[in-house]
């Protein structure tokens, strides 16, 4: 006798809210990436578009890797692809509003665009993170995790502009904290109500 339609349904639902991102095996494979990211020789600086393809690719491996229970590979691999063509769909949005936002106004542009593409971003790969890895996200989780990201897109901004230093690494690194920072603080939260 097989399984009712409810009884599948219910099975789904409870093996999605089941599911979590390993944190230690997270932040260990994000910081591994960071270190390479940041230490290495190369640099695909007249392509910032494709630098940032690999960055969100770097970032949702890290994701797809420490999901836990595992989604079969396909999907996992079908998320870094799509990881990988939201970050550059949006740099590329970004790098053309900058240019556009520029001739209103060359001194504040440059911020309002990264700040708003870092938000748009993060809602984006929120939403992909749920849909593609049956990640169960509470509804106002997304607008969280990209305040964070708003907020330290500022810091990092700032920062790039004092010290002078300026490459896609110094803004995707501590994005991609943020928005798995943010993550694991949902987590942890759903985890709590759930007790």
């Not at 960055?55 to 420490?66: E, L, N, P, R």
Request: aromatic share 10%; glycine share 6%.
């Amino acid at each position: 006798m097989g399984t009712s339609w409810s009884e599948a349904r219910r099975h789904l639902k409870s093996s999605r809210e089941a599911r979590l991102i390993d944190g230690p095996l997270h932040f260990a494979l994000l910081s591994a990436a960071a270190l390479l990211v940041v230490a290495s020789p190369w640099r695909i600086a007249p392509a910032l578009a494709a630098e940032f393809a690999l960055f969100g690719a770097c970032h949702a491996c890290s994701v797809a890797v420490s999901v836990q229970p595992r989604v079969p590979l396909f999907r996992r691999v079908l998320f870094v692809a799509a990881a990988a063509l939201l970050s550059l769909s949006t740099a590329r949005c970004g790098l053309y509003g900058i240019q556009v936002a520029a001739k209103l106004n060359p001194t504040a542009a440059p911020l309002v665009v990264l700040v708003a593409m870092a938000v748009l971003g993060a809602l984006a790969y929120a939403t992909l993170i749920r849909l593609a890895l049956d990640y169960p996200m509470p509804s106002g989780s997304p607008a969280l995790i990209a305040a964070a990201c708003a907020i330290v897109t500022i810091a990092a901004y700032s920062v790039c502009r004092h010290y002078r230093v300026f490459g896609g690494a110094w803004l995707a690194i501590p994005w991609w904290f943020a928005f798995s920072l943010s993550l694991r603080v949902q987590e942890h939260r759903r985890e709590g109500r759930r007790r």
